[in-house]
């Protein structure tokens, strides 16, 4: 089966809505799970590795929220599927090197995956669209219940779930919100706010995750420790911090507007201006002017139905989805001319920003 | 009398034609001239500044070249009109510092200007559109014949004509060419041509002269010394050197579009993309991106019907012109803003490049 008849296509998918989703593009909690007397899989011969993925493999399939899913192990994958994955945010970039043993199984539509024999033996996420870490941690929440009644998961009445990395022993819980913050990038502030984040215990990261840029102005933020708090507390602190930013993300664009709208439109016009006529264009170029083009429809200085639009080109733009959809597309210099023509071609009815 | 009153209508100069006009933009021949018996203007009292003035003005003001003309001291002129006329060709920029006992003559169609009291006593040019050396030597040796007959001119049989720099002695001849080269500027040759024409003894300047920067891949080309060679040998080889490097832009520019085609569609697209969505941009930038908009004219990725519509915009970017034409943009601030409102304005129904 070719993975992308499985994912759900490009204009679907950026058709999802969600609360506050003008800023939170996604929540997600993912927790962290170990079965009891085998091996981690960092230290797990081979032998235990296939062991483990073998008791847990089926028990996960067999969950209802997988029905029509995609099960897989690692060794099947191509390079570019791998790729593929980690730009959908369903498997992390250190799972794409897993070998033997390791597998990921996903739900359709793509709300839910489970990594098995990541740095954990099971690594389960819910993904959901806007602001709604609530949701998306019952649905993990419910995964992980049907799970405990099958599997026998390695768990300290002193330390509570334990795990590969120290980090993540107690919850095994992790809950992060993807944010489009151009606002706070224009008017210079992210460096105060990934400080004062960072002061809160949270992590701020790169489109994708730890170590990656901050390309597109996308931020990720979520919780660094696990041990010694509740889940629920966790989440309610996560979704206090969100709903900061968002209002100052908010409180950002309405002050650039009302204090530099010609500072505002000149970054915005020239982005769409470069995207409507370019002919070559790297990946990194691509996400840093859509998201100013995205600001701007935020702004409404572009009709609201081209939204879907620009969240389908942040999704297609890039590498392994380009050259999925688009053959003869194995060099970077050939994506970045075929990347250009989509966006070209995309926007050629599209006029520049129209202000009241 | 406003000084844009008298000088062409912007629309008007941006269609004038001349031969090789897509390269050569246009031919200058400027002679210098000094009266006998009278210091030169740099060693010369307030007093002896006037006194050649007052001999020289009314020759040159009843000149039939001079018919409608506009004639003016210097110290008449605003600061901001001073600069309109560099920015014309019309006076020097060491002409425009210049205050008692100096004065310039302009013909109505700017093809006859003739400095008074600028380093030399009479600095006279003629400057036609495209490429026309010859012709425009012709008019200003008819100037030059007529006022030989009135005034007395500094001239010794051995040296020839005498002038302030020894550089200018002899015929005190400087044929020059403002040339186009956006090809050889892409091609990444300009280096190799420049110093390929100053070993012939030629110089290449910006586009605002000695000393200035090559903004939007103008260049200009020049004699260097005058010196040792008949007025004749000095426009030949002037000639022969531009007929050169208008045949080497012509194969830049057809090797460029067979051989790296995108490459050059994503400057061109990229410059048009800019250039009618910005909402601020620099003089130096519009010239830069004008000058690739013309290169995509010159291609006809864009009607040819717009190539006087983007010499306009050349012209009426130019700091000085843009303040007189548009009031409140005293502040460069407020030029950048009003200069992009212009571009953006005239190319809103220009479509991007098209290719066939």
């Not at 708090?229 to 009302?258: D, F, M, P, W, Y």
Request: aromatic content about 6%.
């Amino acid at each position: 089966m070719n993975l992308l008849d499985f994912l759900t296509p490009s204009p679907e998918i950026a058709k999802r809505e969600g609360p506050d989703d003008t800023i939170v593009i996604s929540s997600r909690v993912r927790l962290a799970r170990n079965l009891k007397n085998i091996s981690f899989p960092g230290w797990a011969t081979k032998q235990d590795r296939i062991r483990a993925m073998d008791l847990m493999r089926p028990a996960v399939e067999n969950l209802p929220q997988m029905k029509d899913g995609f099960s897989t192990i690692m060794d099947e994958l191509s390079p570019l599927d791998k790729q593929l994955l980690i730009e959908r945010h369903l498997i992390s970039r250190e799972h794409a090197v897993k070998s033997a043993g390791s597998a990921v199984v996903m739900s359709k539509g793509e709300i839910f995956s489970i990594m098995i024999n990541e740095e954990d033996h099971l690594r389960m996420q819910a993904l959901l669209p806007g602001f709604q870490l609530e949701s998306a941690f019952n649905k993990i929440d419910e995964v992980d219940t049907l799970l405990e009644k099958q599997l026998d998961y390695a768990f300290s009445s002193k330390l509570g779930y334990l795990t590969a990395c120290p980090t993540n022993v107690g919850t095994g819980i992790r809950v992060s919100a993807m944010l489009h913050l151009p606002g706070i990038v224009l008017a210079e502030q992210i460096n105060q706010i990934i400080q004062a984040v960072n002061k809160l215990g949270l992590a701020v990261r790169g489109l994708y995750g730890e170590g990656t840029d901050a390309l597109g102005n996308f931020f990720q933020v979520s919780n660094q420790q696990t041990l010694g708090e509740e889940e629920l507390q966790i989440l309610e602190r996560l979704q206090k911090v969100v709903a900061q930013i968002v209002e100052h993300e908010s409180n950002a664009r309405t002050l650039l507007l009302e204090k530099q709208k010609t500072a505002v439109l000149n970054h915005i016009g020239r982005a769409y201006g470069i995207l409507a006529n370019a002919y070559s264009m790297s990946s990194k170029e691509a996400m840093n002017l859509l998201s100013l083009f995205r600001l701007g429809i935020d702004y409404g200085f572009f009709p609201n139905t081209i939204r879907a639009l620009s969240d389908e080109l942040f999704l297609i733009c890039q590498p392994a989805h380009l050259q999925k959809l688009y053959p003869n597309t194995n060099e970077p210099e050939e994506r970045d001319i075929v990347r250009a023509d989509i966006i070209r071609e995309r926007l050629k009815d599209i006029k520049g920003p129209i202000t009241k």
